[in-house]
């Protein structure tokens, strides 16, 4: 994860930075992290028809707020609370997510953790939290129709092979080296689709 705001411009890492503050003050999460960020330009229609509209530029911040899983206020208050963070001339999107979610998230390979965990500004974590948290999984990358019909066919051998092990070792038949052959192929179609589905 980057811990760096340095491509953004000063205004928009001063920005970030009181924004980081007023959630760390209001919430006490156990993550802040900034996941995107874009300029957005505003007209603001003048008074008199023969004036010309004034441009006013704000940046537009998405945060990610991990929060307790004891935190007693309810997701939606907390949501709420971290709005009223943004100052006025900070535009921004934010999801707050309990840490509960955020583990099985995780451990269940989610595209949308694992890029937000890879590639988002890490603005605050709690260490010990963060340590706990397994090492998200690059996201699966699929660019047309016959890739994902490649991934789905290796999933399904995997799935073929481990199935006919388990119907071997129910019946007891006591060819135990076919039944390893099985497992084998089985993990080796599993470490195919880990591979062409999460590109490193």
């Known amino acids: 994860m980057s811990t760096s705001i340095s491509n ?7 920005g970030l930075h009181h924004l980081n503050k007023a959630l760390k003050r209001a919430l006490n999460p156990l993550a802040v992290i900034c996941y995107g960020h874009r300029a957005q ?3 603001q229609s ?16 998405d945060i990610f707020l991990m929060i307790s899983n004891d935190e007693a206020l309810p997701d939606s208050t907390v949501l709420e609370i971290a709005k009223r963070c943004f100052s006025e001339d900070i535009a921004g999107n934010i999801l707050v997510f309990r840490m509960r979610e955020v583990l099985l998230g995780l451990l269940n390979r989610s595209r949308f953790f694992s890029v937000i965990f890879r590639k988002g500004i890490l603005l605050q974590g709690n260490k010990i939290v963060m340590d706990a948290l397994p090492i998200p999984h690059p996201s699966a990358f699929v660019a047309a129709y016959h890739e994902k019909q490649q991934l789905s066919s290796l999933l399904q051998r995997a799935q073929q092979h481990l199935l006919r092990a388990e119907i071997l070792l129910k019946a007891r038949i006591s060819d135990t080296q076919l039944t390893v052959i099985h497992l084998h192929e089985s993990v080796i179609f599993s470490l195919c689709y880990d591979t062409a589905a999460y590109p490193l």
């Open 46 to 61: 003048a008074v008199c028809l023969n004036s010309v509209p004034v441009k006013i530029n704000t940046s537009v911040f």
């Open 8 to 14: 953004l411009n000063g205004e928009q890492q001063n």
């Open 41 to 43: 330009v505003n007209l």
